[in-house]
Protein backbone atom coordinates (compact mmCIF):
# COMPACT_ATOMS: atom_id res chain seq x y z
CA UNK A 1 0.00 0.00 0.00
CA UNK A 2 3.01 2.26 0.85
CA UNK A 3 4.75 2.08 -2.69
CA UNK A 4 1.47 2.25 -4.25
CA UNK A 5 0.02 5.31 -2.82
CA UNK A 6 3.79 6.72 -4.75
CA UNK A 7 3.25 4.55 -7.99
CA UNK A 8 -0.37 5.72 -8.68
CA UNK A 9 0.57 9.44 -9.08
CA UNK A 10 3.88 8.75 -10.31
CA UNK A 11 2.06 6.35 -12.90
CA UNK A 12 -0.33 9.90 -13.89
CA UNK A 13 2.47 11.93 -14.40
CA UNK A 14 3.93 9.71 -16.92
CA UNK A 15 0.97 9.08 -18.46
CA UNK A 16 -0.39 12.45 -19.04
CA UNK A 17 3.49 13.20 -20.62
CA UNK A 18 2.16 10.76 -22.98
CA UNK A 19 -1.43 11.52 -23.36
CA UNK A 20 -1.85 13.75 -27.10
CA UNK A 21 -3.99 16.17 -25.99
CA UNK A 22 -4.48 19.00 -23.35
CA UNK A 23 -8.23 18.03 -22.55
CA UNK A 24 -7.23 14.54 -22.18
CA UNK A 25 -4.18 15.63 -19.70
CA UNK A 26 -7.13 18.05 -17.89
CA UNK A 27 -9.33 14.88 -17.76
CA UNK A 28 -6.92 13.03 -16.11
CA UNK A 29 -6.37 15.98 -13.14
CA UNK A 30 -9.75 14.48 -11.34
CA UNK A 31 -9.40 10.86 -11.92
CA UNK A 32 -5.85 10.67 -10.77
CA UNK A 33 -7.35 12.69 -7.67
CA UNK A 34 -9.89 10.49 -6.92
CA UNK A 35 -7.83 7.39 -6.90
CA UNK A 36 -5.40 8.37 -5.08
CA UNK A 37 -7.43 9.47 -2.19
CA UNK A 38 -9.75 6.29 -2.73
CA UNK A 39 -6.21 4.69 -1.48
CA UNK A 40 -5.33 7.24 1.14
CA UNK A 41 -8.61 6.58 2.64
CA UNK A 42 -8.37 2.65 2.73
CA UNK A 43 -4.63 3.12 3.59
CA UNK A 44 -6.26 5.21 7.27
CA UNK A 45 -8.15 1.97 7.53
CA UNK A 46 -5.43 -0.62 7.62
CA UNK A 47 -2.88 -1.17 10.59
CA UNK A 48 0.97 0.60 10.29
CA UNK A 49 2.89 -0.70 8.11
CA UNK A 50 6.85 0.05 7.43
CA UNK A 51 8.09 -1.31 3.69
CA UNK A 52 11.79 -0.89 1.92
CA UNK A 53 13.47 -1.51 5.99
CA UNK A 54 11.63 0.95 7.96
CA UNK A 55 12.53 3.52 5.20
CA UNK A 56 8.52 4.24 4.71
CA UNK A 57 5.65 4.07 6.83
CA UNK A 58 2.43 5.63 7.73
CA UNK A 59 2.41 6.81 11.54
CA UNK A 60 -0.69 9.00 13.01
CA UNK A 61 1.16 12.70 11.60
CA UNK A 62 2.28 10.86 8.35
CA UNK A 63 -1.50 9.94 8.01
CA UNK A 64 -3.13 12.96 8.80
CA UNK A 65 -0.69 15.13 6.34
CA UNK A 66 -1.03 12.65 3.85
CA UNK A 67 -5.48 12.73 4.24
CA UNK A 68 -4.91 16.71 3.97
CA UNK A 69 -3.01 16.84 0.84
CA UNK A 70 -4.81 14.43 -0.94
CA UNK A 71 -8.57 15.99 0.02
CA UNK A 72 -7.02 19.16 -0.85
CA UNK A 73 -5.40 17.78 -4.40
CA UNK A 74 -8.63 16.45 -5.43
CA UNK A 75 -11.10 19.43 -5.14
CA UNK A 76 -8.02 21.61 -6.39
CA UNK A 77 -8.27 18.62 -9.80
CA UNK A 78 -11.73 18.98 -9.92
CA UNK A 79 -11.35 22.51 -10.29
CA UNK A 80 -8.08 22.59 -12.33
CA UNK A 81 -9.62 21.35 -15.93
CA UNK A 82 -12.05 24.45 -16.37
CA UNK A 83 -8.98 26.89 -15.23
CA UNK A 84 -6.72 25.07 -17.57
CA UNK A 85 -9.67 25.53 -20.72
CA UNK A 86 -9.30 29.50 -19.66
CA UNK A 87 -5.44 29.47 -20.12
CA UNK A 88 -5.59 27.34 -23.95
CA UNK A 89 -3.15 29.24 -25.31
CA UNK A 90 -0.60 27.24 -23.09
CA UNK A 91 -0.07 23.62 -23.23
CA UNK A 92 -0.85 21.41 -20.07
CA UNK A 93 1.18 18.83 -20.79
CA UNK A 94 4.06 19.72 -18.15
CA UNK A 95 1.73 21.31 -15.58
CA UNK A 96 -0.72 18.20 -15.29
CA UNK A 97 2.57 15.95 -15.02
CA UNK A 98 3.87 18.36 -12.73
CA UNK A 99 0.67 18.02 -10.76
CA UNK A 100 0.99 14.37 -10.28
CA UNK A 101 4.73 14.56 -9.72
CA UNK A 102 4.23 17.27 -6.69
CA UNK A 103 1.41 14.91 -4.70
CA UNK A 104 4.10 12.36 -5.44
CA UNK A 105 6.76 13.86 -3.34
CA UNK A 106 4.36 15.08 -0.60
CA UNK A 107 2.72 11.66 -0.53
CA UNK A 108 6.58 10.72 0.07
CA UNK A 109 7.27 13.07 2.53
CA UNK A 110 4.48 11.84 4.79
CA UNK A 111 5.79 8.26 4.48
CA UNK A 112 9.12 9.27 4.85
CA UNK A 113 10.49 7.59 8.24
CA UNK A 114 14.62 8.37 7.17
CA UNK A 115 15.52 11.82 7.69
CA UNK A 116 17.84 11.61 4.73
CA UNK A 117 14.86 9.78 2.37
CA UNK A 118 12.62 12.77 3.75
CA UNK A 119 15.04 15.85 2.82
CA UNK A 120 15.12 14.55 -1.06
CA UNK A 121 11.73 14.30 -0.86
CA UNK A 122 11.17 18.02 0.16
CA UNK A 123 13.71 18.88 -2.02
CA UNK A 124 11.77 16.83 -5.00
CA UNK A 125 8.43 18.99 -3.65
CA UNK A 126 10.68 22.25 -4.46
CA UNK A 127 11.71 20.75 -8.09
CA UNK A 128 8.12 19.68 -9.05
CA UNK A 129 6.44 22.47 -8.19
CA UNK A 130 8.59 25.22 -9.89
CA UNK A 131 7.29 25.19 -13.37
CA UNK A 132 3.67 24.83 -12.21
CA UNK A 133 4.39 28.43 -10.65
CA UNK A 134 5.67 29.50 -14.20
CA UNK A 135 2.56 28.40 -15.81
CA UNK A 136 1.87 31.86 -16.89
CA UNK A 137 5.51 32.50 -18.63
CA UNK A 138 5.46 36.30 -17.23
CA UNK A 139 8.10 37.95 -16.14
CA UNK A 140 6.75 38.19 -13.00
CA UNK A 141 6.01 34.43 -12.64
CA UNK A 142 9.53 33.91 -13.83
CA UNK A 143 10.65 36.13 -11.01
CA UNK A 144 8.54 34.57 -8.36
CA UNK A 145 9.73 30.75 -9.50
CA UNK A 146 13.15 31.91 -9.32
CA UNK A 147 12.71 33.03 -5.94
CA UNK A 148 11.31 30.22 -5.03
CA UNK A 149 13.59 27.80 -5.80
CA UNK A 150 17.01 29.94 -4.84
CA UNK A 151 15.78 30.34 -1.08
CA UNK A 152 13.86 27.18 -0.66
CA UNK A 153 17.31 25.28 -2.10
CA UNK A 154 18.98 27.87 0.61
CA UNK A 155 16.85 26.18 3.20
CA UNK A 156 17.02 22.84 2.38
CA UNK A 157 20.53 22.99 2.33
CA UNK A 158 20.83 24.63 6.11
CA UNK A 159 18.44 21.71 6.78
CA UNK A 160 20.82 19.03 5.00
CA UNK A 161 24.00 20.60 7.55
CA UNK A 162 21.19 19.81 10.67
CA UNK A 163 20.95 16.58 9.82
CA UNK A 164 24.37 16.12 9.35
CA UNK A 165 24.63 17.72 12.75
CA UNK A 166 22.13 15.21 14.41
CA UNK A 167 23.82 12.24 13.10
CA UNK A 168 26.77 13.79 14.57
CA UNK A 169 25.46 14.10 18.01
CA UNK A 170 25.03 10.32 17.90
CA UNK A 171 28.35 9.57 16.82
CA UNK A 172 30.45 12.22 19.54
CA UNK A 173 28.54 9.89 22.22
CA UNK A 174 29.85 6.90 20.78
CA UNK A 175 26.81 5.33 19.49
CA UNK A 176 26.17 4.48 15.65
CA UNK A 177 24.63 7.57 13.73
CA UNK A 178 21.60 6.69 12.19
CA UNK A 179 19.08 8.94 10.33
CA UNK A 180 16.42 6.25 10.32
CA UNK A 181 13.54 7.65 12.53
CA UNK A 182 13.06 4.87 14.89
CA UNK A 183 16.79 4.41 15.66
CA UNK A 184 16.85 8.30 16.50
CA UNK A 185 14.16 7.89 18.98
CA UNK A 186 15.42 4.82 20.99
CA UNK A 187 19.14 6.67 20.87
CA UNK A 188 17.57 10.23 21.44
CA UNK A 189 18.14 10.47 25.61
CA UNK A 190 21.54 9.35 24.85
CA UNK A 191 22.32 11.65 22.02
CA UNK A 192 24.85 14.82 22.87
CA UNK A 193 22.98 17.84 24.14
CA UNK A 194 24.71 20.67 22.18
CA UNK A 195 24.83 19.35 18.77
CA UNK A 196 21.12 18.21 19.59
CA UNK A 197 20.28 21.93 19.74
CA UNK A 198 22.43 23.07 16.92
CA UNK A 199 20.81 20.69 14.69
CA UNK A 200 17.40 21.47 16.05
CA UNK A 201 18.04 25.26 14.86
CA UNK A 202 19.44 24.55 11.51
CA UNK A 203 16.62 22.46 11.25
CA UNK A 204 13.93 24.72 12.03
CA UNK A 205 15.65 27.68 9.88
CA UNK A 206 15.83 25.58 6.96
CA UNK A 207 12.52 23.30 7.21
CA UNK A 208 11.13 27.00 8.81
CA UNK A 209 12.37 28.35 5.13
CA UNK A 210 9.80 25.92 3.15
CA UNK A 211 7.29 25.87 5.51
CA UNK A 212 7.26 29.90 5.04
CA UNK A 213 7.97 30.92 9.11
CA UNK A 214 8.62 34.59 9.52
CA UNK A 215 11.78 35.72 9.00
CA UNK A 216 12.78 32.93 6.47
CA UNK A 217 9.39 33.60 4.45
CA UNK A 218 10.10 36.13 1.56
CA UNK A 219 9.45 33.27 -1.22
CA UNK A 220 6.19 32.30 0.09
CA UNK A 221 4.02 35.91 -0.95
CA UNK A 222 5.55 36.16 -4.55
CA UNK A 223 5.29 32.29 -5.18
CA UNK A 224 1.21 31.86 -4.57
CA UNK A 225 0.21 35.48 -6.04
CA UNK A 226 2.14 34.62 -9.07
CA UNK A 227 0.96 30.66 -9.33
CA UNK A 228 -2.32 29.63 -10.82
CA UNK A 229 -5.20 29.21 -8.17
CA UNK A 230 -4.92 25.38 -7.73
CA UNK A 231 -1.61 25.53 -6.99
CA UNK A 232 -1.67 28.12 -4.84
CA UNK A 233 -3.83 26.21 -2.99
CA UNK A 234 -1.62 22.89 -2.87
CA UNK A 235 1.37 25.42 -1.84
CA UNK A 236 -0.60 27.09 1.27
CA UNK A 237 -2.54 24.01 2.01
CA UNK A 238 -0.55 21.24 1.47
CA UNK A 239 3.03 21.48 0.42
CA UNK A 240 3.36 24.39 3.72
CA UNK A 241 2.19 21.29 5.96
CA UNK A 242 4.85 18.67 4.72
CA UNK A 243 7.68 21.33 5.89
CA UNK A 244 5.84 21.80 8.81
CA UNK A 245 5.66 18.04 9.29
CA UNK A 246 9.20 17.72 8.98
CA UNK A 247 10.19 19.81 11.71
CA UNK A 248 7.87 17.96 13.72
CA UNK A 249 9.91 14.98 13.65
CA UNK A 250 12.52 16.35 14.59
CA UNK A 251 10.59 17.76 17.60
CA UNK A 252 9.28 14.60 18.60
CA UNK A 253 13.49 13.38 18.70
CA UNK A 254 14.15 16.02 21.00
CA UNK A 255 10.70 15.13 23.06
CA UNK A 256 12.20 11.35 23.45
CA UNK A 257 15.48 13.13 24.27
CA UNK A 258 13.04 14.77 27.44
CA UNK A 259 15.02 18.10 26.11
CA UNK A 260 11.87 19.52 24.27
CA UNK A 261 12.11 22.90 26.82
CA UNK A 262 14.46 24.35 23.97
CA UNK A 263 12.43 23.87 21.10
CA UNK A 264 9.31 25.03 22.62
CA UNK A 265 11.02 28.32 23.81
CA UNK A 266 12.11 28.68 19.96
CA UNK A 267 8.83 27.42 18.28
CA UNK A 268 7.03 30.22 20.63
CA UNK A 269 9.04 32.99 19.09
CA UNK A 270 9.38 32.32 15.59
CA UNK A 271 5.48 31.33 15.25
CA UNK A 272 4.67 34.76 16.92
CA UNK A 273 6.86 36.67 14.97
CA UNK A 274 5.47 35.30 12.20
CA UNK A 275 1.80 36.27 13.32
CA UNK A 276 3.22 39.97 13.48
CA UNK A 277 5.10 39.82 10.49
CA UNK A 278 1.75 38.71 8.39
CA UNK A 279 -0.39 41.46 10.77
CA UNK A 280 2.10 44.32 9.32
CA UNK A 281 1.83 43.17 5.48
CA UNK A 282 -1.85 42.43 5.70
CA UNK A 283 -2.82 46.05 6.45
CA UNK A 284 -4.09 47.87 3.44
CA UNK A 285 -2.76 44.97 1.26
CA UNK A 286 -3.10 45.66 -2.72
CA UNK A 287 -2.59 42.63 -4.04
CA UNK A 288 -5.66 39.94 -2.92
CA UNK A 289 -3.45 36.81 -3.13
CA UNK A 290 -0.89 38.23 -2.01
CA UNK A 291 -2.63 39.06 1.18
CA UNK A 292 -3.65 35.40 1.18
CA UNK A 293 0.09 34.12 1.27
CA UNK A 294 0.73 36.23 4.09
CA UNK A 295 -2.43 34.95 5.60
CA UNK A 296 -0.77 31.22 5.03
CA UNK A 297 2.02 32.82 6.81
CA UNK A 298 0.19 33.55 10.19
CA UNK A 299 -1.36 30.60 9.89
CA UNK A 300 2.35 28.62 9.50
CA UNK A 301 2.89 30.49 12.99
CA UNK A 302 -0.29 29.48 14.76
CA UNK A 303 0.63 25.94 14.41
CA UNK A 304 4.34 26.25 15.43
CA UNK A 305 2.98 28.31 18.32
CA UNK A 306 0.73 25.32 19.36
CA UNK A 307 3.42 22.78 19.43
CA UNK A 308 5.84 25.33 21.45
CA UNK A 309 2.68 25.92 23.74
CA UNK A 310 2.20 22.27 24.01
CA UNK A 311 -0.73 19.86 25.93
CA UNK A 312 -3.79 20.25 24.48
CA UNK A 313 -2.30 23.11 21.90
CA UNK A 314 -0.61 20.40 20.35
CA UNK A 315 -4.19 18.68 19.31
CA UNK A 316 -5.29 22.11 18.50
CA UNK A 317 -2.08 22.77 15.96
CA UNK A 318 -3.00 19.02 14.32
CA UNK A 319 -6.78 19.85 14.00
CA UNK A 320 -5.43 23.56 12.17
CA UNK A 321 -3.67 21.51 10.13
CA UNK A 322 -7.05 19.99 8.57
CA UNK A 323 -8.89 23.59 8.73
CA UNK A 324 -6.53 25.70 7.46
CA UNK A 325 -5.15 23.29 4.75
CA UNK A 326 -8.97 23.73 3.79
CA UNK A 327 -9.36 26.97 3.95
CA UNK A 328 -7.10 28.49 1.89
CA UNK A 329 -8.71 25.77 -0.30
CA UNK A 330 -11.43 27.53 -0.35
CA UNK A 331 -9.78 31.39 -0.42
CA UNK A 332 -7.30 30.34 -3.08
CA UNK A 333 -9.63 28.65 -5.48
CA UNK A 334 -12.89 31.36 -5.09
CA UNK A 335 -10.07 33.48 -5.84
CA UNK A 336 -9.09 31.96 -9.01
CA UNK A 337 -12.87 32.73 -9.99
CA UNK A 338 -12.65 36.76 -9.17
CA UNK A 339 -8.96 36.50 -11.30
CA UNK A 340 -11.31 35.22 -13.94
CA UNK A 341 -13.68 37.51 -13.85
CA UNK A 342 -11.93 41.07 -13.39
CA UNK A 343 -8.88 39.86 -15.13
CA UNK A 344 -6.83 41.43 -12.20
CA UNK A 345 -5.33 40.79 -8.90
CA UNK A 346 -5.41 44.06 -7.38
CA UNK A 347 -8.09 44.64 -4.59
CA UNK A 348 -9.08 48.12 -6.15
CA UNK A 349 -9.91 46.81 -9.41
CA UNK A 350 -12.28 44.30 -8.20
CA UNK A 351 -15.57 45.81 -6.40
CA UNK A 352 -19.22 44.29 -6.28
CA UNK A 353 -18.08 40.55 -6.74
CA UNK A 354 -21.52 40.06 -4.97
CA UNK A 355 -23.29 41.40 -7.72
CA UNK A 356 -20.61 40.11 -10.22
CA UNK A 357 -19.83 36.43 -9.52
CA UNK A 358 -21.96 36.13 -6.50
CA UNK A 359 -21.42 32.15 -5.42
CA UNK A 360 -17.49 32.53 -6.09
CA UNK A 361 -17.98 35.88 -3.84
CA UNK A 362 -20.49 34.50 -1.17
CA UNK A 363 -17.84 31.39 -0.91
CA UNK A 364 -14.66 34.01 -0.80
CA UNK A 365 -16.17 35.96 2.02
CA UNK A 366 -16.84 32.96 3.97
CA UNK A 367 -13.73 31.49 3.31
CA UNK A 368 -12.34 35.28 5.27
CA UNK A 369 -14.47 34.06 8.33
CA UNK A 370 -13.14 30.99 8.62
CA UNK A 371 -9.98 31.78 8.93
CA UNK A 372 -9.99 34.32 10.26
CA UNK A 373 -11.38 32.42 13.30
CA UNK A 374 -14.97 33.31 13.45
CA UNK A 375 -16.96 30.46 14.96
CA UNK A 376 -18.97 27.91 13.73
CA UNK A 377 -15.64 27.40 11.35
CA UNK A 378 -13.71 24.48 11.91
CA UNK A 379 -10.37 27.28 12.52
CA UNK A 380 -12.41 28.68 15.16
CA UNK A 381 -12.71 25.35 16.99
CA UNK A 382 -8.73 24.44 16.16
CA UNK A 383 -7.41 28.42 17.43
CA UNK A 384 -9.68 28.17 20.32
CA UNK A 385 -8.45 25.29 21.59
CA UNK A 386 -4.56 26.82 21.38
CA UNK A 387 -5.63 29.31 23.50
CA UNK A 388 -7.66 27.87 25.96
CA UNK A 389 -4.24 25.70 26.40
CA UNK A 390 -2.00 28.81 26.42
CA UNK A 391 -3.91 30.00 29.46
CA UNK A 392 -4.69 27.01 31.46
CA UNK A 393 -0.63 26.31 30.96
CA UNK A 394 0.16 29.95 32.11
CA UNK A 395 1.22 31.49 28.98
CA UNK A 396 -0.89 34.80 29.66
CA UNK A 397 1.73 37.17 27.73
CA UNK A 398 2.08 34.69 24.33
CA UNK A 399 -2.33 34.49 24.32
CA UNK A 400 -2.24 38.13 24.85
CA UNK A 401 0.26 38.73 21.80
CA UNK A 402 -1.57 36.38 19.84
CA UNK A 403 -4.69 37.39 20.26
CA UNK A 404 -3.74 41.33 19.75
CA UNK A 405 -2.23 40.49 16.43
CA UNK A 406 -5.35 38.24 15.36
CA UNK A 407 -7.30 41.35 15.86
CA UNK A 408 -5.11 43.64 13.89
CA UNK A 409 -5.17 40.75 10.48
CA UNK A 410 -9.09 40.44 11.16
CA UNK A 411 -9.26 44.26 10.54
CA UNK A 412 -6.48 44.54 7.50
CA UNK A 413 -7.86 41.38 5.68
CA UNK A 414 -11.44 42.60 6.44
CA UNK A 415 -11.15 45.67 4.99
CA UNK A 416 -9.66 44.50 1.71
CA UNK A 417 -11.94 41.87 1.85
CA UNK A 418 -15.62 43.67 2.09
CA UNK A 419 -14.49 46.10 -0.17
CA UNK A 420 -13.62 43.73 -2.79
CA UNK A 421 -17.42 41.62 -2.39
CA UNK A 422 -19.57 45.00 -1.93
CA UNK A 423 -20.59 48.10 -3.83
CA UNK A 424 -20.71 48.11 -7.59
CA UNK A 425 -19.09 46.25 -9.84
CA UNK A 426 -16.61 48.26 -12.35
CA UNK A 427 -18.67 49.99 -15.56
CA UNK A 428 -22.05 49.73 -13.76
CA UNK A 429 -24.05 52.61 -13.04
CA UNK A 430 -27.53 53.74 -13.80
CA UNK A 431 -27.81 52.87 -17.17
CA UNK A 432 -25.89 50.14 -17.56
CA UNK A 433 -26.98 47.85 -14.95
CA UNK A 434 -23.75 44.74 -14.86
CA UNK A 435 -25.56 41.23 -15.01
CA UNK A 436 -24.35 38.10 -13.03
CA UNK A 437 -21.25 35.80 -14.65
CA UNK A 438 -21.87 32.40 -15.85
CA UNK A 439 -20.24 30.68 -12.93
CA UNK A 440 -19.53 27.17 -14.61
CA UNK A 441 -20.55 24.15 -11.67
CA UNK A 442 -16.54 22.67 -12.12
CA UNK A 443 -15.27 25.90 -10.69
CA UNK A 444 -18.03 26.23 -7.78
CA UNK A 445 -19.01 22.87 -6.28
CA UNK A 446 -14.98 21.98 -5.68
CA UNK A 447 -15.23 25.41 -3.25
CA UNK A 448 -18.40 24.40 -2.34
CA UNK A 449 -17.48 20.93 -0.70
CA UNK A 450 -13.86 22.23 0.63
CA UNK A 451 -16.55 25.25 2.58
CA UNK A 452 -18.96 22.54 3.81
CA UNK A 453 -16.21 20.39 5.37
CA UNK A 454 -14.45 23.11 7.03
CA UNK A 455 -18.20 24.66 8.14
CA UNK A 456 -18.76 20.84 9.60
CA UNK A 457 -14.60 20.55 11.51
CA UNK A 458 -16.21 23.58 13.56
CA UNK A 459 -19.48 21.60 14.56
CA UNK A 460 -18.16 18.23 14.62
CA UNK A 461 -15.57 16.47 14.86
CA UNK A 462 -16.14 12.51 13.57
CA UNK A 463 -14.36 9.81 15.78
CA UNK A 464 -11.99 8.24 13.40
CA UNK A 465 -10.41 11.94 12.77
CA UNK A 466 -10.59 12.53 16.69
CA UNK A 467 -8.56 9.47 16.94
CA UNK A 468 -5.91 10.18 14.54
CA UNK A 469 -5.80 13.29 16.17
CA UNK A 470 -5.20 12.38 19.20
CA UNK A 471 -2.45 9.73 17.80
CA UNK A 472 -0.91 12.07 16.09
CA UNK A 473 -0.44 14.31 19.35
CA UNK A 474 0.70 11.84 21.41
CA UNK A 475 3.61 11.21 19.03
CA UNK A 476 4.22 14.79 19.28
CA UNK A 477 4.47 15.05 23.40
CA UNK A 478 6.22 11.70 23.00
CA UNK A 479 7.82 13.02 26.45
CA UNK A 480 4.97 13.65 28.12
Known amino acids: MLLALLMVPLGAALLALALPTDRLRAALLPVGG ?3 LGLVLLALRLPETVSLGGWLALDGLGRLILLVVSVLFFFSAIYTPRYLAQHAAHSNRVFVAGMFAFLAMMTLVSEAHHLGL ?17 FEKSPRSLEATWKYLVLCSVGIAIALLGTFFLAYSALQVGLSPSLALSDLLRDAPHLSRPWLHTAFVLLIVGYGTKMGLAPMHAWLP ?39 GFARHLMILLGLVSIAVAAVFMI ?10 YSSIEHMGI ?5 GIGGAAV ?41 RIPISAALFLIGFLAITGAPP ?5 SEFTIVRAAFARGRYAVVTAFLVLSFVILVGMGATVLSMVHGSPPGE ?5 IRPVREPASTVWPIVGLASLVLLLGVFVPGPLANLLHHAASLVEVSR
Open 34 to 36: AVQ
Open 222 to 260: DAHSEAPSPVSALLSGALLNCAFLAILRFFQICGAAHDA
Open 429 to 433: DSANE
Open 118 to 134: MWVAIEATTLTSAPLIY
Open 303 to 307: LVLGV
Open 284 to 293: RQRDYKRMLA
Open 377 to 381: FGPFL
Open 315 to 355: FGALLHVINNGLTKGVLFLSAGNIHLAYGTKEARGVTGALR
